[in-house]
């Protein structure tokens, strides 16, 4: 056993289950935490839809000039003032749904996860993987220590 590894092999303790906290809810919360994890690549994703829009808008400005350069004025002008700088929503851009999304449902998400964490769990994080850490770890084994 190295000097930082906890007795018995036990996860840290920030990583145990609090004292009377059942099955069913160290589920329901790893859920819970799984979900969460899910909107935060929701949001990337977002963030990527927000950004990538932006690159498209500007990247017309050359479509529009090299259409003017080949004689396409019509074309540039249309492109010009029906799709640069159009909302992609009714009155929105994509900045304003990205923020829309983080101050309602992504920031309430996050508070009911932190929530029901803090007065299920004692505020302790990732119950159910410690426990599966546990479980699947090899004792002794390199690379299968319960702590850094």
């Known amino acids: 056993m190295t000097e930082r590894e906890e007795p018995a092999g036990l996860p840290d303790p920030a990583h145990r289950r609090p004292e009377g906290l059942d099955d069913v ?3 329901a919360l790893g859920r819970l935490s799984k979900a969460l994890e899910t909107i935060h690549r929701v949001r990337g994703h ?3 839809f927000h950004q990538l ?3 498209a808008d500007f990247e017309l400005d050359n479509a529009v000039r090299l259409l003017r350069e080949a004689g396409h004025d019509k074309w540039a002008d249309r492109i010009e003032r ?3 700088g ?3 929503l009714q009155g929105r851009w994509t900045f304003q749904i990205v923020e829309e999304y983080d101050d309602g449902y992504y920031a309430t998400f996050q508070e009911l996860e932190r929530q029901a964490r803090h ?3 004692g505020g302790r994080r990732h119950l159910y993987e410690a426990e599966l ?3 699947r770890r090899t004792p ?3 690379g299968h220590e319960t702590t850094p």
Do not use: F, M
Request: net charge negative.
């Open 82 to 84: 029906e799709l640069i």
């Open 133 to 135: 850490k546990q479980q």
């Open 53 to 55: 829009t932006g690159t």
């Open 86 to 88: 159009r909302n992609v």
């Open 140 to 142: 002794g084994q390199p």
């Open 25 to 27: 809810t160290v589920d």
């Open 46 to 48: 977002l963030y990527a």
């Open 119 to 121: 007065e299920l769990a």
